[in-house]
C-alpha cells in the first residue's frame, strides 16, 4: 500500500471551504468551493483502504472508493476519474447531492472517533477536474446498432440509462414533458445544492453523443405509448413521482398555502432567467414573509433554505417527529440552521387560520400541536400521537406542503391501461429483467420505486440499460435465420 494513505490519524477531516451562512442566505450559488489539488489529496490519503471496504458496499452504485481515493492521493487523477466513471454517470452531481451521511460516508470505518473519510467532496473533486481538463468526452460507440429505444422521462434514472445504451451503440430518443432535460435535478434540486450548468453540461455530453430529445412532448397526451413502441424497439418508462401528498386539515385550501415542488419549481425557473408569474405576483414568493415548511424530508429542507435565501421574514420547520428521526439529511439540518432556520419539531399541523385579504382570504396562522412519540408500530418507527389541550398559533403569510410524493395514475396519463401496476402505483417489474407485463416496456427510478434518490436513480437507469440490451441482443439472435442442417 502507498506510503501517503493511512493518514487519518494525523490528518483531520476537512471538507471543501463552506461560504459563511451570512452571505449564502443571501444568493443561490453552492455552498461549498471546491478542493484545492493538495487538499483533495490529502483528504483522499486519510483512507485507510479497507480490505471490505463498507463505503463501497453501501454506495448504490458500489463505486470503487478506495482505489480512486488512493489514485488521488497519488495525484493520478485521470486515472481517478476513468475509475469512478466507469461507476457513475453522473459523480460530479453524486459527489454534491448525495446524502453520504446514510450511505457511504455514514459507513466509514473510520468514522468512529476520527470522522469519515469526505468520500462525496472527492468525487466531486474528480469529475470536476475532469471537465475542466477536457478529459470528459462524448460518446462515439465503437458500433451503431440499428435498434432505437424510446425513453419517457430525462430525469437522472433515464439520462443515465441513455448515456449506457448510447457506449453501446444503440439509437436513444428521450421524450419529456418539460420544456427542459433533467427532471427534478433542473426544477427540483435548488442552485445551492446544484448548480443548473453541471447538469446543462450533461445535457449537451449527450446530445453531442448523438442521443436526442423531445421536449414539451407529455407521452399518453401528444405521443402514445403505443406508437412509442411502434416506433421503438424497446421504451424504457423513467416518470419519476410527482403527486404531492396532502394535509387533511381545515383551511388547507387557503390562499398562500402551495405544494413545496410548485414553490421550488417556480424559484428554480426564476433561476434560470425566466419571469414566473407566480414569483412577479409574490404568490410563490417568500421575500418579507413568514413561511412555514411542514416536512422533514429533502424536499422542506430545500425549501425551508429556499425561502431564506428569497428574504423572508421568518422561516420555521414544523415536523410531527423529533431530529433523530427525521427523514431529511442531517447535513442539511444543519445547513438549514446554520442560515436561521428554526425547527419546531414534534409538532403537527392541525388546522389553517386566515385573514381578510385584499382579494378574500389569505392564511394568517397555522395552528399546531404537540406530538408524543409513541409506541413502534409494525415498521419499529415510534408512532406520532398529539398531546392534548397542548395548541399553539404559529405565524404564517405563506405555508409549503413537503410531505413526500406518490406516482400519478401512470396507465391513465400513458394512456395505456394495460400497464401493470403496485398497489402503491408504482410500476410493477419483474426485478430481473426490469421489464413490465407489457413485451418490451422496461421501467427504472422512482417510477418503481417510489420517492428515493438521485444515486438510486442513476443505478436503476445502468441496470434498465444492460437489461434492454440483453432483450435486445436474444431477440435480434432469434431473428437469425437458422441453418440447414
Ligand atoms: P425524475 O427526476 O422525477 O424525472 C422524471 C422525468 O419524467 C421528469 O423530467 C418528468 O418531466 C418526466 N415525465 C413524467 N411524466 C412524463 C410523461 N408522461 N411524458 C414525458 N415525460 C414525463 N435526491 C438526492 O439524491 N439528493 C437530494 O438532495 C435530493 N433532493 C431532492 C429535492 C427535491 C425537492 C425533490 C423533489 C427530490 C430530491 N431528491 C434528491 C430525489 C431525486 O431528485 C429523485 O429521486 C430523482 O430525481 C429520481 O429520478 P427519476 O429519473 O426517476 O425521476
Ligand atoms: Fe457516496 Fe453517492 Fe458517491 Fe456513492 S455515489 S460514493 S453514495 S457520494
Ligand atoms: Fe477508506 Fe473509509 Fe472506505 Fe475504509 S470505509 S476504504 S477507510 S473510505
Redo the contacts with the bound molecule.
Keep these: 500500500m502507498a506510503e501517503r494513505m493511512l493518514k487519518f490519524v494525523g490528518t483531520p477531516q476537512a471538507m471543501p471551504q463552506k461560504r459563511p451562512a451570512a452571505a449564502r442566505r443571501h444568493d443561490f450559488q453552492e455552498i461549498y468551493s471546491e478542493f484545492a489539488r493538495d487538499k483533495a489529496a490529502e483528504q483522499a490519503a486519510r483512507c485507510s483502504q479497507c480490505g471490505v471496504p463498507f463505503c463501497q458496499v453501501h454506495c448504490p452504485l458500489h463505486n470503487n472508493i478506495p482505489d480512486w481515493l488512493k489514485l488521488t492521493a497519488e495525484g493520478r487523477v485521470d486515472e481517478a476519474y476513468e475509475l469512478s466513471s466507469a461507476t457513475n454517470n453522473f459523480p460530479e452531481i453524486c459527489g454534491r447531492?448525495?446524502?453520504q451521511d446514510r450511505l457511504c460516508e455514514g459507513n466509514c470505518v473510520i468514522e468512529k472517533g476520527f470522522e469519515s473519510v469526505t468520500i462525496g467532496a472527492v468525487e466531486k473533486y474528480i469529475t470536476d477536474t475532469a471537465w475542466e481538463r477536457g478529459w470528459v468526452k462524448p460518446i462515439v460507440p465503437r458500433r451503431e446498432r440499428p435498434e432505437s429505444v424510446g425513453i419517457?422521462?430525462?430525469?437522472?434514472?433515464?439520462?443515465a440509462a441513455a448515456e449506457q445504451l448510447r457506449r453501446k451503440g444503440y439509437q436513444v430518443a428521450i421524450?419529456?414533458?418539460?420544456d427542459r432535460v433533467?427532471?427534478?435535478?433542473i426544477y427540483?434540486?435548488p442552485n445551492f445544492?446544484l448548480e443548473k450548468e453541471i447538469v446543462q453540461r450533461r445535457e449537451k455530453l449527450l446530445r453531442d453523443s448523438k442521443v436526442t430529445f423531445q421536449l414539451n412532448?407529455?407521452?399518453?397526451?401528444d405521443v402514445t405509448m403505443a406508437e412509442l413502441r411502434e416506433r421503438h424497439d424497446a421504451v424504457l418508462i423513467?416518470?419519476?413521482?410527482?403527486k404531492a401528498r396532502d394535509i387533511a386539515a381545515p383551511g388547507v385550501g387557503l390562499p398562500g398555502i402551495a405544494p413545496?415542488?410548485d414553490y421550488?419549481t417556480a424559484s428554480n425557473r426564476a433561476g434560470l432567467g425566466e419571469t414566473v408569474r407566480e414569483i412577479e405576483s409574490g404568490m410563490l414568493d417568500a421575500k418579507g414573509k413568514n413561511v412555514v415548511v411542514i416536512g422533514g424530508g429533502?424536499?422542506a429542507m430545500?425549501c425551508v433554505r429556499t425561502a431564506v435565501r428569497q428574504g423572508a421574514k421568518s422561516v420555521k420547520c414544523l415536523y410531527r417527529r423529533d431530529r433523530a428521526n427525521m427523514p431529511g439529511?442531517q447535513r442539511e439540518v444543519k445547513h438549514a440552521e446554520e442560515e436561521g432556520v428554526e425547527f419546531v419539531w414534534l409538532s403537527a399541523p392541525q388546522a389553517f387560520l386566515g385573514k381578510k385579504a385584499a382579494k378574500g382570504q389569505q392564511v394568517s396562522h397555522v395552528r399546531t400541536v404537540r406530538i408524543h412519540l409513541g409506541m413502534p408500530d409494525a415498521t419499529g418507527r415510534q408512532t406520532p400521537q398529539e398531546i392534548p389541550d397542548s395548541h399553539v398559533n404559529i405565524e404564517a403569510d405563506l405555508v409549503l406542503k413537503a410531505l413526500g410524493?406518490d406516482p400519478e395514475d401512470l396507465p391513465a396519463?400513458?394512456a395505456a391501461p394495460e400497464l401493470g401496476v403496485t398497489g402503491w402505483g408504482t410500476v410493477q417489474i419483474d426485478w430481473k429483467s426490469m421489464m413490465t407485463n407489457l413485451d418490451g416496456v422496461f421501467a427504472?427510478?422512482?417510477?418503481v420505486r417510489g420517492?428515493?434518490?438521485?444515486?438510486?436513480?442513476v443505478r436503476?437507469?445502468r441496470d434498465a440499460a444492460e437489461r434492454i440490451h440483453g432483450y435486445l441482443t436474444a431477440k435480434a439472435a432469434a431473428a437469425l435465420p437458422v441453418a440447414a442442417e
Design positions: 447531492i448525495c446524502p419517457v422521462g430525462a430525469g437522472p434514472a433515464g439520462l421524450y419529456d414533458r418539460y433533467g427532471g427534478l435535478l427540483g434540486i445544492k412532448c407529455e407521452v399518453g397526451r423513467a416518470t419519476g413521482v410527482y413545496a415542488l421550488l429533502d424536499t430545500d439529511s410524493f396519463m400513458l427504472a427510478g422512482d417510477i420517492a428515493s434518490l438521485v444515486v438510486w436513480a436503476d437507469g
